[in-house]
């Protein structure tokens, strides 16, 4: 079973920014579009963006637009998200995977990585 692997989470200040990274050292990312998910506690995990495996369309939950960004990077099977400007109700835990994704929605997930705390202080 594949299962992606992030990093970069922790935390930070309202306000702050961290960038978050998804990748897998044998499986390729290129031919596939690539979520980020996050849960918060006691709430069901949500959809905050996603890039389709050519980076021609992006996706972002309206509670994130003008913060984050999302980006890949095939030479390195990587996928980023660049968290900007921070708020408290960010904090959660944040997954990627293998979504259908177009520049109106996200749907779906497999291939869960075991996620990245992300926790903003007020």
């Known amino acids: 079973q594949v299962q992606l692997v992030e990093s970069g989470g922790g935390l930070v200040q309202s306000g702050g920014s961290l960038r978050l990274s998804c990748t897998h050292s044998?499986?390729?990312?290129?031919?596939?579009?690539i979520g980020w998910f996050y849960q918060a506690p006691g709430k069901e995990r949500k959809g905050v963006s996603c890039i389709t495996k050519n980076a021609e369309a992006t996706y972002y939950a309206d509670s994130v637009k003008g913060r984050f960004t999302i980006s890949r990077d095939n030479a390195k099977n990587t996928v980023y998200l660049q968290m900007n400007n921070l708020k408290s109700e960010d904090t959660a835990v944040y997954y990627c995977a293998l979504t259908t994704c177009n520049n109106r929605a996200m749907v779906g997930g497999f291939y869960w990585g075991q996620g990245t705390q992300v926790t903003v202080s007020s």
């Open positions: 044998a499986f390729s990312l290129e031919d596939y579009a």
